[in-house]
């Protein structure tokens, strides 16, 4: 079966450090790979989706950068944090292969920039 | 992607059938309409999709009129632990690409 993880769990952060948020999907080859982030009490905004290795597309303007080094990792990075950066990280990941596919998401990584 | 637009927050008691309606005027012909649940702290899970009619799974079903410009989700006999956000998604593009609204937090009490 597949599984998908991030790390950490969660995280605080000073105003200006760097970030860098990992994800990697187990049982599956290939996947769509999401990147999301969730304000408090708010919907869930895309930041970044791959459909392969080395290919990025943003979908929000922003500090904010992504990679994907390897077909089953997906890392989410700044070089310098805003206030504004805080929130609820989420990657997510389909097959890739079917039209209004399901998206399955990891755990999340709860991100406090102070 | 077609705009969906549902109520911000519903209230129930356990026990009581819970039903979400969703409206997409703007649906495209080909667009499937997803809903997905959202327990706090955690990502969202998909629970249902359909296109037309009714479908019915182990954890809720799905109605749909023939216009197809609104949907209802329908959690039979809901419990404590059936408190969430639901989203209601309509379309997506050939790599995915979902849109998620605020949803509607669902409340359930004993």
């Known amino acids: 079966s597949q599984t998908i993880h991030q790390w950490p769990a969660t995280l605080v952060q000073p105003v200006g450090s760097p970030l860098s948020l990992e994800c990697t999907v187990e049982g599956t080859s290939n996947p769509n790979l999401y990147w999301y982030r969730q304000a408090a009490g708010r919907g869930l905004q895309l930041l970044f989706y791959?459909?392969?290795?080395?290919?990025i597309s943003s979908e929000v303007p922003q500090n904010l950068s992504a990679s994907r080094p390897q077909d089953r990792q997906f890392i989410l990075s700044s070089k310098k944090l805003l206030l504004s950066d805080s929130g609820f990280y989420l990657c997510?990941?389909?097959?890739?292969?079917?039209?209004?596919?399901?998206?399955?998401f990891g755990p999340g990584t709860r991100l406090l920039v102070l | 992607l077609a705009k969906t637009t549902q109520p911000i927050s519903m209230d129930s008691y356990e026990g009581q059938e819970v039903n979400i309606t969703c409206s997409h005027n703007n649906i495209a012909t080909n667009d499937y309409i997803t809903w997905y649940q959202q327990f706090p702290s955690q990502g969202p899970r998909f629970i249902i999709q359909?296109?037309?009619t009714k479908v019915t799974n182990e954890v809720a079903s799905l109605f749909i009129p023939a216009d197809r410009k609104s949907s209802t989700l329908s959690l039979p006999r809901v419990s404590l632990s059936d408190t969430a956000v639901y989203y209601c998604l309509v379309g997506g593009d050939s790599w995915g690409k979902l849109q998620f609204g605020a949803g509607t937090q669902v409340v359930v009490t004993p």
């Open positions: 359909g296109y037309k």
């Open positions: 791959s459909v392969g290795i080395g290919q």
């Open positions: 997510a990941w389909s097959k890739g292969s079917e039209y209004q596919e399901t998206q399955y």
